[in-house]
């Protein structure tokens, strides 16, 4: 499974690193972010949970904002909405 | 749907979950096993208890790991990629911790630590292993405890780890130019085993004729304590440990805490209170990883008092006393195996290994590290093997009472970066004489200044293989994804 970058919509993309492990969820990520403007979203969906936790504190550190959390039932893939402050 | 904004979400509360029932039953699943091979073992021969504590230490370690997401890789590649200093901060939080349990440890006369030869050569290995660890995206005990969530690419770390060491410690022929003359003549006049053929083996070379000639000390003896108590607590724990990871708290907190810490708290500037105050921010930022510190450190302190107080039960000075009562094989020409006493991964792993190699008929013991000091038991019988199995299976049961067990297939490049990063990490393990826990964890935190030496080429590594990493991904995302060009 290849990392996905696409736009999904009007200022919304989509990051899917599902089956990657660190440090790429959180370094794609970081990268992906730069290259939004301020205000656009950015889902990130991945399934590695220690990447979860570094994407969070790098959030937290750059100001950027989780608009939300979402994890598929039973399983451990997560995709959260990033706005870019 | 929950909205977090990352300026007040508490990373330490993640959302409750009940843990699903079939994870539950998994989980027992394993801890049964665990208490079966216990049991069971201990009914075959009283001996077998001595296994049994590397074997419930190593569960400890492992659950312990995977609940603070415990990784030196992590620790130093988030710093340099991301600017997270959560981990770093834990690790060394954990250091301090640990160090304080060790010296009641040494002072009761129950550690079984040895110090390294200190020597430039920790310094090479700890680069080579932090750029490998970079790119597998997980250290040693990190791989490890990945593997228990599920990971295969950290189980092909592991396996590359230890093949890569067994490959490394028997290398003769061309490899034997890699050392200098002095080391081949400083080897002879060792004198040692023909049957180890020294001087056909680059690594005994480097053993014999390098490592073996330098002076190895705690820096409670290199201040010339005769107070045992002074010795452990001023020399090993306050100016090997608690000073230098005091001094780096206080380096990360200034460059990479401090701005968004100021940022996020605009509440009047009060000078040194208010940077105390953002310095007991960071570091209480992650409970998760500084109980994982505090737990990791009691064990690990505990670990060395039991192997010690076990030994002196048993009689015995060394497990291989026990395989050789027993009537077991696989001992050093010393009738040794390898045997720490406390917290160690990487040996244990190269013996696994080197077991399936001699399997293949190709004979791996004409060596210092296999065949003098370590032998090459039965994976079953590798007393310190039982840790790192544990280990894996402690972190297995954390993971599926959290809901993050999934056995994940690695796409071929995670696959090879877990291969090419393992190989690295198995070199930079053998020539500093281990990984980032029997080369750094256990000596800096026993007082051992070697392990600062290992530290500081691991992160030189791992700064090396973040900016590689930084390069190659930008370049991919230009490369390959349409979406990267806004």
Redesign the interface.
């Known amino acids: 499974m290849a990392v996905k970058f696409e736009k999904t919509g009007d200022g919304a993309y989509m990051l899917d690193v599902q089956g990657y492990v660190c440090p790429h969820p959180q370094l794609y990520t970081k990268k992906g972010l730069e290259k939004l403007k301020q205000g656009e979203i950015l889902e990130v969906v991945f399934d590695n949970p220690s990447s979860g936790e570094s994407i969070l504190a790098m959030c937290q550190s750059e100001g950027n904002v989780i608009v939300s959390q979402e994890k598929e039932t039973g399983k451990s893939t997560m995709h959260w909405h990033i706005r870019k402050s | 749907?929950?909205?977090?904004?990352?300026?007040t979400?508490n990373?330490d509360t993640p959302?409750i979950?009940v843990t699903?029932p079939r994870n539950v039953i998994s989980a027992f699943v394993i801890l049964g096993f665990f208490a079966l091979v216990s049991l069971g073992s201990f009914t075959v021969d009283h001996r077998f208890i001595y296994y049994s504590a590397y074997l419930w230490f190593g569960f400890i370690y492992g659950m312990t790991l995977q609940y603070g997401?415990f990784?030196m890789?992590?620790a130093i590649?988030?710093l340099f990629?991301?600017?997270?200093p959560?981990m770093a901060v834990g690790i060394m939080i954990a250091v301090i911790l640990f160090s304080l349990v060790s010296a009641f440890v040494t002072v009761a006369g129950k550690s079984t630590f040895h110090p390294s030869p200190i020597g430039l050569y920790s310094v090479i290995g700890g680069l080579i292993f932090g750029i490998g660890m970079?790119y597998t995206?997980?250290c040693a005990s990190g791989s490890l405890y990945?593997t228990g969530?599920g990971?295969i690419?950290?189980l092909l770390v592991v396996l590359s780890l230890a093949f890569s060491q067994v490959f490394v410690v028997d290398a003769g022929g061309w490899f034997n130019h890699l050392v200098p003359t002095a080391w081949t003549q400083a080897t002879v006049a060792q004198n040692l085993p023909g049957v180890i053929t020294p001087t056909n083996g680059w690594y005994d070379q480097f053993l014999a004729g390098y490592v073996w000639n330098l002076t190895a000390y705690t820096v409670g003896e290199l201040l010339g304590f005769t107070n045992a108590i002074y010795a452990a607590f001023i020399g090993n724990f306050l100016i090997n440990s608690v000073i230098p990871a005091a001094l780096i708290l206080t380096a990360i907190y200034m460059h990479?805490?401090r701005k968004?810490y100021l940022?996020?708290n605009q509440t009047e500037y009060m000078g040194f209170r208010t940077e105390l105050a953002g310095f007991w921010s960071m570091v209480t930022?992650?409970k998760r990883t500084a109980i994982a510190g505090l737990v990791l450190g009691i064990a690990a302190g505990l670990h060395m008092w039991v192997m010690d107080g076990l030994q002196h039960r048993l009689g015995i000075t060394n497990a291989g006393d026990l395989l050789k009562g027993m009537g077991f094989s696989g001992l050093s020409i010393q009738d040794t195996v390898f045997d720490p006493g406390y917290f160690y991964i990487t040996t244990q792993e190269a013996q696994g290994a080197a077991w399936v190699v001699q399997k293949l008929g190709i004979n791996v013991t004409d060596n210092i590290f296999f065949g003098l000091d370590n032998g090459v038991p039965n994976p079953l019988l590798n007393p310190v093997l039982w840790m790192s199995i544990s280990l894996v299976g402690g972190s297995a049961v954390m993971?599926l009472l959290?809901?993050?067990?999934?056995f994940?297939?690695?796409?071929l490049e995670?696959a090879t970066w877990a291969i090419f990063g393992g190989i690295l990490m198995g070199i930079g393990a053998r020539v500093g004489l281990g990984c980032n826990i029997g080369s750094f964890f256990a000596p800096v935190t026993n007082g051992d200044p070697s392990g600062w030496l290992f530290g500081l080429g691991m992160t030189v590594g791992g700064l090396i293989g973040?900016k590689f990493?930084?390069w190659w991904?930008?370049r991919?995302?230009a490369k390959?994804?349409a979406?990267?060009d806004?």
């Open positions: 749907m929950t909205s977090l904004p990352c300026n979400v990373v959302p979950a699903e997401r990784c890789a992590s590649r988030d990629a991301v600017g997270v959560r970079v995206g997980g990945k969530e990971s690419a950290a990479w805490y968004a940022r996020d930022a992650s993971a959290n809901n993050e067990f999934k994940k297939m690695p796409t995670i973040v990493f930084n991904i930008g991919k995302m390959e994804m979406a990267f806004l």
